[in-house]
């Protein structure tokens, strides 16, 4: 089993709506992903010894995308991500580039974005974004 560099995974965002063009955002510290299956209640009150009975077969999937870091400026990715927050549509393709090879990429919402600006201080963001449709995995 070989160890995956955490450093290698990064969150990239598409350039422009339709444009297959992908950036990363730069500053990155940290990237976070996180699937949720929420499978389907199916219990009745014939249900075997009334334990709850789930169907995982149609399940809701929800993704969600987070990352972590310093605030660059020069950063086309960032300057897309930031730009995107303040649109009347926070949504645009993203995908993140696991450390392995594998890449999540689909339609996401900006749930969150967030600055921090200490007085003495780097100044950093963070940003979490939900799907807003499919996620593929290759």
């Given at each position: 089993m070989?160890?995956?560099?955490?450093r290698?995974?990064v969150?990239?965002?598409e350039?422009a709506n339709g444009?297959?063009v992908y950036?990363?955002v730069g500053?990155?510290?940290?990237?976070?992903l996180?699937?949720?299956n929420q499978?389907?209640?199916?219990s009745?009150?014939d249900?075997s010894?009334g334990f709850?009975?789930w169907d995982?077969a149609?399940?809701?999937?929800d993704?969600?995308?987070?990352?972590e870091?310093?605030?660059?400026?020069?950063s086309?990715?960032?300057?897309?991500l930031r730009?995107?927050a303040y649109?009347?549509?926070?949504?645009?393709?993203?995908?993140?580039?696991?450390?392995?090879?594998?890449?999540?990429?689909?339609?996401?919402?900006?749930?969150?974005?967030?600055?921090?600006?200490?007085h003495q201080?780097?100044v950093?963001?963070?940003?979490?974004l939900?799907?807003?449709g499919?996620v593929?995995?290759t």
């Amino acid at each position: 089993m070989s160890i995956i560099n955490g450093r290698a995974s990064v969150l990239q965002i598409e350039t422009a709506n339709g444009s297959g063009v992908y950036v990363t955002v730069g500053g990155q510290r940290t990237t976070s992903l996180q699937v949720n299956n929420q499978p389907v209640d199916v219990s009745s009150k014939d249900t075997s010894a009334g334990f709850t009975a789930w169907d995982s077969a149609s399940s809701l999937k929800d993704v969600q995308l987070s990352a972590e870091g310093i605030t660059d400026d020069g950063s086309a990715g960032w300057i897309r991500l930031r730009d995107l927050a303040y649109s009347a549509d926070p949504s645009a393709r993203f995908r993140i580039l696991e450390g392995s090879g594998g890449i999540f990429e689909g339609e996401f919402v900006i749930d969150n974005l967030a600055h921090e600006a200490p007085h003495q201080g780097t100044v950093t963001y963070s940003v979490a974004l939900r799907n807003k449709g499919d996620v593929t995995y290759t």
